[in-house]
Each structure stands twice: as C-alpha cells, then as structure tokens.
C-alpha cells in the first residue's frame, strides 16, 4: 500500500475551520477544543460551524487524519535514509513531541475507525511493518515507541534521564542489538 488514503475532501472553509481547531488543540489541549471555544477563535457563532462541520466528533476524525497522514508522510520520508530503522524511530519521537495534543487525540483512546479514511490508519504504520517484516514485530516496535512518546510528554521520566540513550537501548532491542537512534 503505497498511496496515500486520501480522506473526504473539506470546502475551503471547513479547512481553515480544521486548521484553527489544530491550533486551538496543540495551544490549549483537547479539553479546550470546543466548538464554543474554536468559533470564538474564528470570530463567528458556534452554531454557524455546524454549516462546515456537522460535529464535534467529525472535528475530531479530521484532526485525527491529520496526525495520521502527516505522521505517515513523515515515517515514509524517513524510510529513504540509509539507516531507515534509527530514522523512522528518531523521526516517531520527533513528531510526537512536535504536535503532542494531535499525537494524544490520534493515538489515546479508542480509535473512530469507521469514520477515518480508509486504510489511513494501515498507511501510516506501514513503516514499522516495512521495518519488521512481521506484523506483530511491527505492532510490539509500534507500542514500544508509542509507550516512550507518551512517557516522554508526560513528563513521566525521571530528572536527569538520558532519553536518547534510553531510545537506543528500546531500539537495540529490537534491532537485535546494534543500537538506533
């Protein structure tokens, strides 16, 4: 799979409204993201969002594509560096810790897969199945990376930890022992 799923397109309008809700997200956090919130932000009455946006949860399922298909374009991008796994892993973390409110909106909680564009989510994660040759290889690399993102957001390491030192030592693990990014 290596086309981009592309999700239901968005008038111009409903892509300056999604554009702004990524701001108010990564600014203030998902319990900030209110249509209330995002269209006094945009200068305009809630309800007239409704016109773009049939709803809070379709607000949501866009965001949710964004993170996937930019976390996805950039995982691909990492796959041409001549040490795809270390690139892949480093540029995971990079991602994460760039836009973290669109990192947790598109990874916590359970996924509206329904509602996502299809195969998004399989296209964004393929590299790590590319990586592994083995979808459960892939998975466990998926949640190993994921796991330290959230702990590293989360403020959840202790002061002083060597956090790059600790990525390679994960990825060591996984590379069979030579280290990673």
């Given at each position: 799979?290596?086309?981009?799923?592309?999700?239901?397109?968005?008038?111009?309008?409903?892509?300056?409204?999604?554009?702004?809700?990524?701001?108010?997200?990564?600014?203030?956090?998902?319990?900030?993201?209110?249509?209330?919130?995002?269209?006094?932000?945009?200068?305009?009455?809630?309800?007239?969002?409704?016109?773009?946006?049939?709803?809070?949860?379709?607000?949501?399922?866009?965001?949710?594509?964004?993170?996937?298909?930019?976390?996805?374009?950039?995982?691909r991008?990492?796959?041409?560096?001549?040490?795809?796994?270390?690139?892949?892993?480093?540029?995971?973390?990079?991602?994460?810790?760039?836009?973290?409110?669109?990192?947790r909106?598109?990874?916590?909680?359970?996924?509206?897969?329904?509602?996502?564009?299809?195969?998004?989510?399989?296209?964004?994660?393929?590299?790590?199945?590319?990586?592994?040759?083995?979808?459960?290889?892939?998975?466990?690399?998926?949640?190993?990376?994921?796991?330290?993102?959230?702990?590293?957001?989360?403020?959840?390491?202790?002061?002083?930890?060597?956090?790059?030192?600790?990525w390679?030592?994960?990825?060591?693990?996984?590379?069979?022992?030579?280290?990673?990014?």
């Amino acid at each position: 799979m290596s086309e981009h799923p592309a999700p239901a397109p968005l008038t111009a309008r409903a892509t300056q409204i999604v554009e702004e809700a990524r701001a108010l997200l990564e600014e203030e956090g998902r319990d900030a993201l209110t249509l209330r919130a995002l269209a006094a932000r945009l200068g305009i009455r809630a309800p007239s969002l409704y016109k773009h946006i049939p709803d809070k949860a379709a607000l949501e399922v866009a965001l949710i594509e964004q993170g996937l298909a930019g976390l996805g374009t950039a995982l691909r991008a990492a796959m041409e560096d001549p040490d795809p796994f270390a690139a892949v892993l480093r540029t995971y973390r990079r991602y994460a810790l760039t836009n973290p409110n669109l990192y947790r909106l598109a990874t916590a909680g359970p996924l509206p897969r329904e509602r996502l564009a299809r195969d998004l989510e399989d296209w964004s994660g393929e590299p790590f199945f590319s990586l592994t040759g083995d979808p459960e290889r892939a998975q466990a690399l998926w949640a190993y990376a994921h796991g330290m993102v959230i702990l590293e957001i989360d403020g959840r390491f202790p002061p002083g930890s060597d956090l790059d030192r600790t990525w390679q030592e994960g990825s060591a693990v996984f590379r069979g022992g030579d280290g990673g990014p």
